[in-house]
């Protein structure tokens, strides 16, 4: 592991907590409101192999250096979240054209397919990202994500990496092990499971009423915790018999990330409140993987000011800058 570019915020902004809070809200979110209003955003539905539609984000740099960043969301946000918008803004400034890709029933997606998201569908994402590329040709194609979306960078780097002609891809704070990322949910601040039961629950609720007949309002109505959640739906909507199984299929420890080809990244903090940094121990780390591990930057923010930029939007700017 190595801690290039170390990310040192002022002492205020040292807590974890406050880190994380600010990934997605007060300033950085106002800015986002303001920004994704000025922004020319290019609504497109991208469309798998097997018929999956994922809509996304495209946007166009007024300085193009001919290279195009996937951005992937975490759980339960979406194209628009604070942190994906600021961060194309400023990948943009520096020549990047970028696509915000929503992951299925993510933003305003939920009545394009009728069967519910889980965490293993990389391969409609894989299919959705090359669809965008046999329309729109690019020389350099990078990929990242935050949160679930850098598990989902990882994943896909590792088994399309090469088929997707991609140069690098960074994953940024990964659920490693999720099994341990719901325990920490469970051990930590009551706030992070409430807001993620909260997101879930209304997310499925707009999936019902395009859908009604999968039925699981009352599911919803008597749900009182994530538990409750998954217990039902890994069980009735994914093709996993419980949770535990459902988990290890989309973990990166052990050989996961084996048969990565091209340069990868995977940014973490010792700090995370939902991440365990040492689940980083059991991933069998192949060559081309480079894992940076910073003492602070709570989950996904490595806010390094009050006006909350973030230090990983130049992070991600200075290390695809080296592929180009």
């Not at 959640?229 to 996993?240: G, L, Q, R, S, V």
Request: charged share 20%; glycine share 4%.
């Amino acid at each position: 592991m190595t801690k290039t570019e170390q990310f040192t915020p002022p002492f205020i902004l040292k807590n974890p907590h406050i880190q994380s809070i600010l990934n997605s809200l007060g300033p950085r979110k106002m800015r986002a409101n303001r920004l994704a209003n000025l922004l020319d955003s290019k609504v497109l539905t991208l469309t798998a192999k097997d018929g999956t539609r994922l809509l996304g984000e495209y946007d166009r740099s007024q300085k193009p250096n001919n290279s195009l960043i996937v951005l992937l969301h975490g759980w339960e946000g979406s194209s628009k979240s604070a942190y994906q918008v600021t961060t194309a803004n400023y990948l943009l400034k520096q020549g990047f054209d970028v696509l915000r890709l929503n992951l299925r029933d993510h933003g305003d997606s939920h009545h394009l397919n009728y069967e519910l998201f889980n965490s293993t569908m990389t391969n409609e994402v894989a299919e959705a990202i090359a669809c965008f590329f046999d329309m729109h040709p690019y020389d350099k194609r990078f990929l990242a994500g935050f949160s679930l979306g850098a598990n989902f960078t990882l994943r896909i780097a590792a088994d399309h990496g090469p088929a997707l002609k991609l140069a690098a891809a960074v994953g940024i704070c990964p659920p490693v092990d999720p099994t341990n990322a719901m325990q920490s949910l469970d051990n930590t601040l009551f706030i992070y499971e409430r807001y993620f039961f909260y997101r879930w629950s209304k997310s499925l609720r707009k999936k019902l009423s395009h859908f009604p007949d999968h039925a699981f309002g009352d599911v919803l109505d008597n749900a009182r915790t994530l538990d409750d959640m998954n217990d039902f739906f890994i069980n009735k909507h994914t093709p996993f018999d419980d949770a535990n199984s459902y988990f290890e299929a989309y973990a990166l420890t052990g050989d996961r990330l084996a048969q990565l080809e091209i340069p990868a990244y995977l940014i973490a903090s010792e700090d995370d409140p939902i991440i365990p940094a040492d689940d980083l121990q059991r991933i069998n780390c192949p060559e081309q993987l480079t894992i940076e591990l910073q003492q602070y930057g709570g989950h996904c923010g490595f806010i390094k000011n009050l006006s909350a930029h973030s230090w990983a939007e130049n992070r991600l700017a200075n290390l695809f800058r080296d592929y180009l």
